[in-house]
Structures are given as structure tokens and as C-alpha cells.
């Protein structure tokens, strides 16, 4: 017979709980999202991180990051400014346009990643060694809550 862990906090410090997690969640994503903001805009990484397992169409990433398609076009052509991406003819229908990481946009990824990892490792490693095995521990059950 399988037991119902017993929860220690009533609903209503649940829900309190609940809305500090989301909260200093958010918080924290928008602060890492916004380091090597100098190098690429968020929603520029976000589109470099998505052409990383392969070429897609501009609707294709339109639709992952729910844009419109006119505002992934001004996304796609600023990348191509820069040379993180390239267009290309797609090989299997001539009217689509496949769009791809360049070398430097790969090199561009891997800078901004190492760079809001080393601001969340510095704001770690402040802490105390009790904190970072309280933040080991809530690491592992904030997946758990994300998976779900």
C-alpha cells in the first residue's frame, strides 16, 4: 500500500510559497537572460538556441516563439546582418527559405552561455555552504516540478 507523503503547509502558505517560488524564478531568469544582452538581445539568443539542432523555416521559429511572422523576419534579418545566421534555399520546396547558425552564431551562443553562467555561479558561490546545499536540494525538486 502506497502512502500520501503528508504536506506540512497549510493551502493557504502553499500558495504563498508557490508565488514567492514564482517570483524569485522569474526574477532570476530575466536578470541571466539579460547578461550578454551586449552581444545578442534575448530574443536573438532565443532564436540561435532553437537553430542549434538544425535549420528551420521563419514560420517554423515564428510559431516555437510565438511571434508573428513579420517580427521573426525582422529577428531572422537582423542574425543575417550580423552573421550569426544564413538564409538558405530549402532543397525539398524551392519557394521556402531555411534558416541556419553560421560559425560565429555557434561561437556567439557559447560566449553568452559562459557568461550567464559565470553570473550565476559568482551570485552561488557567495553564499553560504548551508545555502548551497538548500539550493542543491531545490534544484533537484524545481525539475521535478518543471517536468511535471
Known amino acids: 500500500m502506497t502512502q500520501t507523503p503528508t504536506r506540512a503547509l497549510t493551502p493557504k502558505k502553499i500558495a504563498a510559497l508557490s508565488e514567492d517560488l514564482r517570483l524569485a524564478c522569474m526574477r532570476i531568469s530575466r536578470r541571466i537572460r539579460f547578461e550578454g544582452a551586449d552581444e545578442i538581445a534575448p530574443h536573438q539568443f532565443s532564436v540561435l538556441a532553437r537553430l542549434e539542432r538544425g535549420p528551420l523555416t521563419p514560420r517554423a521559429l515564428a510559431d516555437i516563439e510565438k511571434v508573428s511572422a513579420p517580427s521573426m523576419t525582422r529577428t531572422v534579418g537582423c542574425?543575417?546582418?550580423?552573421?550569426?545566421?544564413?538564409?538558405?534555399?530549402?532543397?525539398e520546396d524551392g519557394r521556402r527559405v531555411l534558416v541556419?547558425?553560421?560559425d560565429a552564431g555557434r561561437a556567439s551562443l557559447l560566449e553568452v552561455r559562459r557568461e550567464r553562467g559565470r553570473w550565476m555561479s559568482e551570485r552561488v558561490q557567495e553564499l553560504t555552504a548551508h545555502e548551497q546545499a538548500t539550493l542543491t536540494e531545490a534544484a533537484e525538486i524545481l525539475t521535478r516540478v518543471a517536468a511535471r
Open 100 to 102: 541556419e547558425l553560421t
Open 79 to 91: 542574425l543575417v546582418d550580423a552573421g550569426l545566421v544564413e538564409r538558405h534555399d530549402d532543397p
